[in-house]
């Protein structure tokens, strides 16, 4: 049993994250500015496993980082706090590169002042960018086309720098591929603000009558069904992944980052008819112009998660 700093802890796939690390036995001390999240998560997670410790703290304060860790003495971090929305990167770059690349600096150096030597970090395969063969492995060339995909490759870079000046500092960079689904209790869950950007919560918030009809971008892509295909992980196997990176960390120092997708592709049809059949009625839809920037197909190969962590995703398209 570890202590362990989360950071995001209130978000999306964090608060998923401390349900499995609760359950596993570790102790949980997190953090989260709460700007793109509510403290409900984590009474939340504490009713569905174990106490754990929350304060609301930005990354990008790092005096008060500091404070975290001189009070909480953490053993590892697993860092969620970030910004995710693609086309919001393009407007608003330095916000990205500051809360994504400052907030890990923050982290960073409060890790080596105070001897944490382990961090587990929430990078994307957005940094893969457009690629040019599938499935994506690891050895895919690196090639974001957004600033939210910058903000995360830099940070992977920033990694391999402190970790070739602190060899005692041991580092993993996830890259998710799409996160979806929710903790099957239905108490915890995704809740964007706005109109979401990504697909699942808004084909859910049309399931319940929030929005009128979700608009497939694009329907004449090269792909069976002519829509976009992704590779849809659900949000606890995800959570697992960490839980699993934690145990190994200590014994695989030399591999810096890791796929973790299902390697299944789903089509954005795929994924609509899936959720009408879970709903039990036909969810709206249109097929209108692509999205600028969508790749036609993104699917993961995960065996080099699967060998060094001994995970792989079990959930099914039907218990997303
Ligand atoms: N899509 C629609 N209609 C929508 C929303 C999405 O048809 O209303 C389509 C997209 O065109 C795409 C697929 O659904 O083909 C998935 O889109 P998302 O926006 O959910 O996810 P992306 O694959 O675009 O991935 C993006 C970023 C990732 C990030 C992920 C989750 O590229 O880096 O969102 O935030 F991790």
């Not at 608060?15 to 499995?20: L, P, R």
């Not at 049309?206 to 608009?215: L, N, P």
């Not at 190969?301 to 962590?309: G, I, Q, R, S, V």
Request: proline share 6%; aromatic share 4%; net charge negative.
């Amino acid at each position: 049993m570890s202590r362990i700093l989360v950071t995001g802890a209130a978000g999306y796939i964090g608060s998923h994250t401390c349900v499995e690390l609760l359950n596993s036995g570790h102790e949980v001390i997190g953090i989260d500015s709460l700007a793109n999240s509510s403290a409900v998560a984590i009474d939340r997670v504490i009713e569905l496993s174990a106490p754990m410790t929350f304060e609301q703290v930005d990354v990008l304060d790092a005096a008060a980082v500091d404070r975290v860790f001189r009070e909480q003495q953490p053993d590892a971090v697993l860092h969620f706090a970030g910004l995710k929305a693609v086309g919001e990167s393009v407007e608003v770059p330095l916000l990205y590169h500051r809360v994504n690349v400052l907030g890990t600096v923050n982290l960073l150096r409060s890790m080596t002042q105070h001897g944490c030597h382990d961090i587990i970090f929430s990078s994307s395969c957005t940094v893969y960018g457009n690629p040019d063969t599938l499935p994506i492995t690891e050895a895919t060339p690196i090639r974001p086309i957004s600033p939210y995909g910058r903000s995360k490759a830099f940070v992977e870079k920033i990694l391999t720098d402190t970790v070739a000046a602190h060899p005692d500092l041991r580092t993993m960079a996830l890259r998710y591929f799409n996160p979806v689904g929710a903790h099957a209790s239905g108490r915890l869950g995704e809740d964007p603000l706005g109109v979401p950007n990504n697909l699942m919560p808004y084909v859910m918030q049309t399931a319940v009558g929030q929005r009128d009809e979700v608009r497939v971008f694009g329907g004449d892509y090269a792909t069976p069904d002519g829509t976009c295909i992704r590779d849809y992980i659900h949000v606890v196997d995800l959570a697992r992944a960490h839980v699993a990176a934690l145990d190994r960390l200590a014994d695989l120092q030399t591999v810096p980052a890791l796929n973790v997708g299902t390697g299944v592709g789903r089509s954005v049809l795929e994924i609509i008819n899936a959720a009408s059949v879970a709903v039990g009625s036909e969810i709206p839809h249109r097929i209108v112009e692509r999205r600028p920037g969508d790749a036609a197909e993104v699917i993961a190969d995960p065996a080099l998660a699967t060998e060094m962590l001994g995970w792989e995703a079990t959930h099914t398209l039907e218990d997303i």
